[in-house]
Each structure stands twice: as C-alpha cells, then as structure tokens.
C-alpha cells in the first residue's frame, strides 16, 4: 500500500495487543505544540507540514502537504530544515473548515523508500492535486516535485490514495523542451478547467544577474489522460520569480501567482513594487498567457508572525467562498527547535475586489469560520480533531494519551437530544477512564458520559441527554490509545 491512513483501521480493530509506539518527536508535538481555543490556526499543529495543495471533492476538502514531520524526525531539529529526507507527503481532511482528520501519509519517492511509488524519484515536495473524469470515472493526479530536479505525477482512484506511479519516470524534467537551463524544476501547479481541459504551471531560482526578469516559470497543456503534456512548456515572466507557482480562474481571469526571490532591490527603480517573498500575480485572458503583472496580495508570514521564511500559497474556493492556504514557522520555536524551517499549514480568507484585482490578505491564528456543525452518528477516526494537548497521534493516526487528563477538541458538534450512547475503540489502561465533556476540559467542562476501561477494547457508556451545538472534549488518562470513537 502507498498510503497509511483509514485503510489501518480495520487492522488495529483485530491488534490492539499492545499500544502503538509514538515517537519522540510525536511526543514532544503531543506536549508542546497547540492552539489556544480562538484559533483554528495553524490546521493541524500535531504535525509539521508545508506547501499546501487543495482538492474540493464531494462534500470534502482535502490538503495535501510536504511532510516536513518526516525531516524532524531526522534532524530532532538541531539543525534546519534541508527537506532531503521528504519522500513521502501528507494528507488532510475537513468537512467543515476547523476539524481535521490525519488521514496519513502517502509514500511518493521510492528511491529511499521501500514502499514509495515513483522508485525513480528520491524526495516529495510542494504537491499540487486535481481530479478529473475519465471514461465516467473521477481519477485524482498527485504532482509533485523530485526535489529541484524535475516533476512526477501519481494517480488514484480516490482522494487518499493508494497512488500509483503509471510512467515509471518524471513528467516534466530537464529533458523537456524549454526546460533545459531552468534552475528549479519543482513547486507545480495544476487547474482543470470548466471544459475539462488540464494545465500545469511549475519552475522557479534565478541567477544573481537576472532576478528581476528570471524568466524560469512555465506553463504547459496537459493531455485528456493528465500524464502528459502537450507541446512545448511557455515561458511566463514573472518579475522577481523565486518559486511557488500557483494557478486559478475567477471568473474569466486567469491569475497566475507565485513567490518573489530574496534578492536586494536596491539597485531596481520601485523596490516597493514587489518586496522580498511575498506573492505576487499576473493575469491573463487565457491559460497559456501572455501574462502581465499586477501586483501582489500575501505578504511573507516573518511579517506578522515574526518567522521569516518561504513563502508558499494554494488559493481555492470551497462551498462558494475563497480561501487561501500557505506555511508559516510558528511552532518551531514553541516546540523548542534550535534551528528552523519547520512549517505548519495556516488558512485565511482570501478577498478578490469588484474589478478582479487581489488586494493585500490578512493573515491571522484566528483562521477561518466552522462553515457548518459537526455532525455525529457514524464512526469517527480518532485522529479528528481542531485541537489536542497531550495527545500523540501515531503513524497509524490513532491517539496515544501522554499524561492524565490529555483531550482532543471537536468544535461545534450537533447533539438533536436523541443520542443516547458514547462507544470507543481503543487500547485500554485497566481501571482507568475516558470521559466525555461539553464546552471545556477538566473541573470546568459538563460530562455527559464516563467509560470505565478494563480489558476489553470495544467500550461504551450511556450518554446524558445533550441537545444543541457544543464543544466536545474527548479526555483520555496516560497510555490510552483510542482508534475511533462514535456518539448515537
């Protein structure tokens, strides 16, 4: 399998013997990342991940991320970030904006990995997904970059995988037309539009006498199956380009968006124009450009959150309204990292003006609103949540409580009044307890059910009469590990 998320659970159901080791990185995540209650940012602070790509499908949305976890458990973050480990990519699920589900990670490059699925590639970095349907069927396409070395594609036949490699070798690389000399051959981008018709953005660097016309981004048709191209990539001048390409259509307007280099602008005419590592666009009337530059719309994060790094952004609508993703380093230093580069996944709003230009974004810990209730009735992955404290969430994405009183947060929950049971799956502790609660944890929370744990890993408790929208608080004693849970 080239993905190890749900498909797990029917397994650890049969093999809950003992708990599932948690790392010591897991571990310290469990301890010293969180979010206060106000705060649905960053996405998930159980786990680093950077680069955000973002797929609506159904009644889902799905963010797919480089898994900077993975260099952490290498580096222990003594020292920074070099991304050289990265061969597999995580995923992330929401129905409602707040509470994500740890879905897993998929493992992309097989060069170092037994189980990757493109063996020719050695890293996974800064993805970018899309669906499309082919002979009456929804098919999913995983881009993504080997390294600055080229560009592989992976396809599925759902969201979460498993991903499968169908050329054996990159997609874009150095043998492709126009992309010989290009310094980066990474951070792609993708669209299918309306018609059904696919397009692929990527490239990036500069050399020292070219940063403000580097000419190193391209676009490029994609053929009806998404694993080849059609004719020759097309250069895109971006003034300032550094990396990050990012592509979408509002309206009739393509825009084309990306990060600016770091590169002094002393020596430019308007150094305002386009700061250090912010994201400027370009818009065109078609998909292959020309484009021409307008401006930019998201500072650098270092800016308001005091961490300056990369800067890299996917923007999206879901359920009618745009959003904006991009990586901040907010944890690192709260975790106690000595050296950076660790970065989490943040959401915002993104605002478009009447006329079709983007002005500047806000950037907040406060994120976005729940877009609707937490619904409850069937099995829950224990791994959702939109906060923890104290809990590690393994490679099997169960939750392993590290101290007493340790709890993961749902956000608005809907209770109708006609629930009656709170049931677990779990590697108990004999004698110990997991309580459920309303609006808060510990002394100032109201329990609506207590689930004594003996032997037995399938449990359950009657559950007090709760009507209306709440918070609710799963609190789990040391050394359980809950699988799912489920209130009915």
Same mark, same amino acid.
């Given at each position: 399998l080239f993905f190890t998320g749900g498909l797990f659970m029917s397994c650890l159901k049969e093999e809950l013997i003992a708990a599932t080791p948690v790392t010591e990185m897991q571990k310290l995540m469990a301890e010293k990342a969180f979010k206060m209650p106000g705060e649905n940012n960053?996405?998930? !602070?159980?786990?680093?991940?950077?680069?955000?790509?973002? /797929?609506?499908?159904?009644?889902? /949305?799905?963010?797919?991320s480089t898994n900077d976890m993975q260099q952490l458990e290498f580096t222990k973050g003594r020292i920074d970030n070099g991304y050289n480990k990265i061969n597999t990519l995580n995923v992330f699920s929401t129905k409602d904006m707040v509470n994500w589900t740890d879905c897993g990670e998929i493992a992309v490059a097989g060069k170092n990995n037994p189980v990757g699925a493109a063996k020719w590639a050695a890293n996974s970095w800064a993805p970018a997904i899309a669906c499309k349907k082919i002979e009456g069927k929804d098919?999913?396409?995983?881009?993504? $970059?080997?390294?600055?070395? &080229?560009?592989?594609? /992976?396809?599925?036949?759902?969201?979460?995988?498993?991903?499968?490699?169908?050329?054996?070798?990159? /997609?874009i690389s150095r043998k492709t037309p126009t992309c010989e000399k290009i310094n980066w051959l990474f951070d792609p981008a993708v669209l299918v539009d309306e018609m059904g018709n696919g397009y692929l953005y990527f490239g990036g660097g500069h050399d020292p006498d070219k940063y403000e016309h580097p000419k190193n981004a391209r676009c490029v048709a994609l053929a009806d199956d998404m694993i080849h191209i059609v004719g020759e990539p097309q250069m895109i001048d971006a003034p300032f380009l550094f990396e990050d390409s990012g592509i979408n259509k509002i309206g009739d307007i393509w825009y084309y968006t990306y990060c600016t280099n770091w590169q002094d602008r002393k020596d430019t005419?308007?150094?305002?124009?386009?700061?250090?590592?912010?994201?400027?666009?370009?818009?065109?009337?078609?998909?292959?450009?020309?484009?021409?530059? @307008?401006?930019?719309?998201?500072?650098?994060? &270092?800016?308001? %959150?005091?961490? #300056?790094?990369?800067?890299?952004? #996917?923007? %999206?609508? %879901?359920?009618g309204k745009w959003y904006i993703a991009y990586h901040t380093q907010v944890l690192e230093k709260t975790v106690g990292c000595e050296k950076g580069g660790y970065r989490n996944v943040f959401?915002?709003?993104?605002?478009?003006? !009447?006329?079709g230009s983007l002005p500047k974004q806000k950037m907040?810990? @406060?994120?976005?609103?729940?877009?609707?209730? %937490? @619904?409850?009735?069937?099995?829950v992955p224990a791994a959702t949540f939109a906060s923890s404290r104290n809990v590690a969430v393994t490679n099997k994405q169960s939750l392993v409580s590290i101290k007493d009183g340790a709890?993961?947060?749902?956000? &608005?929950?809907?209770?109708? &009044?006609?629930?009656?049971?709170?049931?677990?799956?779990?590697?108990?502790?004999?004698g110990k307890e997991i309580k459920v609660q309303l609006d808060n944890f510990g002394g100032n929370?109201?329990?609506?059910?207590?689930? =004594?744990?003996?032997?037995?890993?399938?449990?359950?408790? =009657?559950?007090? $009469?709760?009507?209306?929208?709440?918070d609710l608080y799963i609190i789990l004693p040391e050394g359980c590990e809950l699988i799912n849970w489920s209130i009915k």
């Amino acid at each position: 399998l080239f993905f190890t998320g749900g498909l797990f659970m029917s397994c650890l159901k049969e093999e809950l013997i003992a708990a599932t080791p948690v790392t010591e990185m897991q571990k310290l995540m469990a301890e010293k990342a969180f979010k206060m209650p106000g705060e649905n940012n960053p996405v998930v !602070a159980h786990k680093y991940g950077a680069d955000p790509a973002v /797929l609506e499908y159904k009644d889902t /949305l799905y963010i797919y991320s480089t898994n900077d976890m993975q260099q952490l458990e290498f580096t222990k973050g003594r020292i920074d970030n070099g991304y050289n480990k990265i061969n597999t990519l995580n995923v992330f699920s929401t129905k409602d904006m707040v509470n994500w589900t740890d879905c897993g990670e998929i493992a992309v490059a097989g060069k170092n990995n037994p189980v990757g699925a493109a063996k020719w590639a050695a890293n996974s970095w800064a993805p970018a997904i899309a669906c499309k349907k082919i002979e009456g069927k929804d098919k999913f396409f995983l881009y993504f $970059a080997d390294s600055a070395n &080229g560009i592989g594609v /992976l396809t599925a036949d759902s969201p979460v995988g498993p991903f499968i490699d169908p050329l054996g070798e990159a /997609l874009i690389s150095r043998k492709t037309p126009t992309c010989e000399k290009i310094n980066w051959l990474f951070d792609p981008a993708v669209l299918v539009d309306e018609m059904g018709n696919g397009y692929l953005y990527f490239g990036g660097g500069h050399d020292p006498d070219k940063y403000e016309h580097p000419k190193n981004a391209r676009c490029v048709a994609l053929a009806d199956d998404m694993i080849h191209i059609v004719g020759e990539p097309q250069m895109i001048d971006a003034p300032f380009l550094f990396e990050d390409s990012g592509i979408n259509k509002i309206g009739d307007i393509w825009y084309y968006t990306y990060c600016t280099n770091w590169q002094d602008r002393k020596d430019t005419k308007d150094p305002d124009k386009m700061p250090i590592a912010v994201i400027g666009y370009m818009t065109s009337k078609n998909p292959l450009g020309p484009f021409e530059y @307008k401006g930019y719309t998201l500072e650098n994060p &270092g800016t308001v %959150f005091g961490a #300056w790094g990369n800067n890299h952004h #996917w923007i %999206f609508s %879901f359920r009618g309204k745009w959003y904006i993703a991009y990586h901040t380093q907010v944890l690192e230093k709260t975790v106690g990292c000595e050296k950076g580069g660790y970065r989490n996944v943040f959401i915002d709003n993104f605002e478009v003006n !009447a006329d079709g230009s983007l002005p500047k974004q806000k950037m907040t810990k @406060k994120g976005v609103e729940q877009v609707s209730n %937490f @619904k409850l009735g069937e099995e829950v992955p224990a791994a959702t949540f939109a906060s923890s404290r104290n809990v590690a969430v393994t490679n099997k994405q169960s939750l392993v409580s590290i101290k007493d009183g340790a709890y993961v947060c749902i956000k &608005g929950v809907e209770f109708t &009044g006609k629930e009656s049971e709170f049931s677990a799956t779990c590697v108990p502790v004999d004698g110990k307890e997991i309580k459920v609660q309303l609006d808060n944890f510990g002394g100032n929370g109201t329990e609506i059910a207590g689930v =004594k744990l003996g032997k037995k890993s399938e449990v359950s408790a =009657k559950l007090t $009469a709760t009507s209306g929208v709440h918070d609710l608080y799963i609190i789990l004693p040391e050394g359980c590990e809950l699988i799912n849970w489920s209130i009915k």
